[in-house]
Nanobody, 122 residues
Framework: QVQLVESGGGSVQAGDSLRLSCIAS????????VAWFRQPPGKEREFVAL????????FYADSVKGRFTISRVRADNTIYLQMNALKPEDTAVYYC???????????????WGQGTQVTVAS
């Protein structure tokens, strides 16, 4: 069973950058899809970005397109989320997730990390 552990969250000012990391223990199969979701205070968990484990195929939520970049280093079993030009509305707990379907539906992801808090002050 793969486990996911996120890190890299923190408190920043609007316009700053952060890079989140997610380390996976255990094997991720080539058919796997890894994603980042976030849950703003008092709101539902929402999709942010995803990437295929075996190919550089990515997909982003419109709200982060052009500002966030998802990537992975397979040799290190690590997934990254580079977040630039952060806005107060990006404040949320960010979760890494593993699934096998190339889609943004959170129900498609069976393994989740514990989350890391990102707070963006105006």
């Amino acid at each position: 069973q793969v486990q996911l552990v996120e890190s890299g969250g923190g408190s920043v000012q609007a316009g700053d950058s952060l890079r989140l990391s997610c380390i996976a223990s255990g094997r991720i199969y080539s058919s796997g899809v890894v994603a980042w979701f976030r849950q703003p205070p008092g709101k539902e968990r929402e999709f942010v970005a995803l990437i295929r484990w075996s190919r550089d195929s990515t997909f982003y939520a419109d709200s982060v397109k052009g500002r966030f970049t998802i990537s992975r280093v397979r040799a290190d079993n690590t997934i990254y989320l580079q977040m630039n030009a952060l806005k107060p509305e990006d404040t949320a707990v960010y979760y890494c997730a593993l699934g096998s379907s190339y889609d943004s539906n959170r129900a498609s992801y069976r393994v989740w990390g514990q989350g890391t808090q990102v707070t963006v002050a105006s």
